[in-house]
């Protein structure tokens, strides 16, 4: 990889899916209920992952900033935000519901939660790329 190689929005739009899939596992590390002897090796391997990305993405975010801003994807991106946006109201609000009728319980409620985070910053970053590449 070139050390010059300029940072773009699409790349750190892409990187917060990194993030959701990091929040979800450490949901998943405290929110499970058994325990097995590789759970603590899988922590530390987390652990150490989350540590090097978040330095990686401060160098990035920092080069990024130094960098000549593109109006246009700066536009797409709040379009791209105001849509999930309202994609995840309306998934929230069903998961409260189902959660107040007792379909499911409060672990499956979270978990859901946590999967909701996923797809929204999925989602995000193809609808950024769509509109991004199309010239929207």
């Known amino acids: ?15 917060k899916i990194v993030y959701a899939v990091l929040i979800a596992v450490y949901y998943w590390m405290w929110a499970r209920r058994d325990w097995h002897g590789y759970y603590e090796s899988i922590q ?11 330095l990686d993405q401060a160098s990035r975010i920092k080069k990024f900033n130094k960098e ?12 791209a935000d ?9 998934a929230s609000i069903v998961v ?15 978990y859901v939660i946590m999967l909701l985070l996923i797809v929204i910053t999925i989602v995000r970053t193809i ?8 010239g929207v």
Request: net charge positive.
């Open 44 to 54: 530390y391997a987390v652990a150490i992952f989350t540590f090097i990305f978040l």
């Open 127 to 134: 609808i950024f790329y769509v509109m991004d590449t199309k």
């Open 82 to 90: 105001s849509i999930c946006l309202k994609i995840a109201l309306v």
């Open 68 to 79: 000549v801003v593109d109006e246009m994807a700066l536009a797409n991106l709040k379009r």
């Open 1 to 15: 990889m070139k050390k010059n190689k300029k940072v773009t929005l699409l790349e750190l739009v892409a990187t």
């Open 96 to 110: 409260a519901f189902t959660g107040a009728m007792e379909l499911i319980n409060q672990l499956q409620m979270g």
